[in-house]
T-cell receptor, first 112, second 119 residues
Framework: GEDVEQSLFLSVREGDSSVINCTYTDSSSTYLYWYKQEPGAGLQLLTYIFSNMDMKQDQRLTVLLNKKDKHLSLRIADTQTGDSAIYFCAVLNNNAGNMLTFGGGTRLMVKP | GAVVSQHPSWVICKSGTSVKIECRSLDFQATTMFWYRQFPKQSLMLMATSNEGSKATYEQGVEKDKFLINHASLTLSTLTVTSAHPEDSSFYIC???????????????FGPGTRLTVT
């Protein structure tokens, strides 16, 4: 099955850019997502990218997809303390119905 | 749009009792709903997938007699934890999908989660 990996932790200073990385194994994955989870809360969809795209930008968020290397990244420009949260990448494989496979999550800490 | 609610947001129950968690899609019809479990500082683990009007499909290792899922309507799914034990304490999150979109399924919206503590 699909395996999705993320680094556990990232610390940045307020105003800097944050880059959170994710790798996956199944090349037939169709949609790739980034979710944000704040303490004690559910998941908030931040953005997603379709597998035939290599970049998507949405305000401060930039998603890069390297399909050859099966590597996905989320860049947050001008990171704010309110961006501190856990970020999950998730991958959809249509061959597995509508099932998402999640990475382990990256905890982003933004220092003032 | 695309709001999913869960009720209750947190619940404490005694060991041996049963607890029901509701998941509702508020502004769309959800042909498929998913139930996840999340342990502290860990990722989400899919427990089961349910389609309206049919039996849920459980992931390997999830006891279907312990975690009863009912998807009775296009806007409501329930998860009942039967004879709860302390090891069932966890954060349970549901998600709902409106189904096919442009021929490709890709939308899945998450509820805020329910924290269950079994004493």
């Amino acid at each position: 099955g699909e395996d999705v990996e993320q680094s556990l932790f990232l610390s940045v200073r307020e105003g800097d850019s944050s880059v959170i990385n994710c790798t996956y194994t199944d090349s037939s994955s169709t949609y790739l997502y980034w979710y944000k989870q704040e303490p004690g809360a559910g998941l908030q969809l931040l953005t997603y990218i379709f597998s035939n795209m290599d970049m998507k930008q949405d305000q401060r968020l930039t998603v890069l997809l390297n399909k050859k290397d099966k590597h996905l990244s989320l860049r947050i420009a001008d990171t704010q303390t309110g961006d501190s949260a856990i970020y999950f990448c998730a991958v959809l494989n249509n061959n597995a119905g509508n099932m998402l496979t999640f990475g382990g999550g990256t905890r982003l800490m933004v220092k003032p | 749009g695309a709001v999913v609610s869960q009720h209750p947001s947190w619940v404490i129950c005694k060991s041996g009792t049963s607890v029901k968690i509701e998941c509702r899609s508020l502004d769309f019809q959800a042909t498929t709903m998913f139930w996840y479990r999340q342990f502290p500082k860990q990722s989400l683990m899919l427990m089961a997938t349910s389609n309206e009007g049919s039996k849920a499909t459980y992931e390997q290792g999830v006891e279907k007699d312990k975690f009863l899922i009912n998807h009775a309507s296009l806007t409501l799914s329930t998860l009942t934890v039967t004879s709860a034990h302390p090891e069932d304490s966890s954060f349970y999150i549901c998600s709902a999908s409106p189904g096919l979109a442009g021929g490709i399924k890709y939308e899945q919206y998450f509820g805020p989660g329910t924290r269950l503590t079994v004493t």
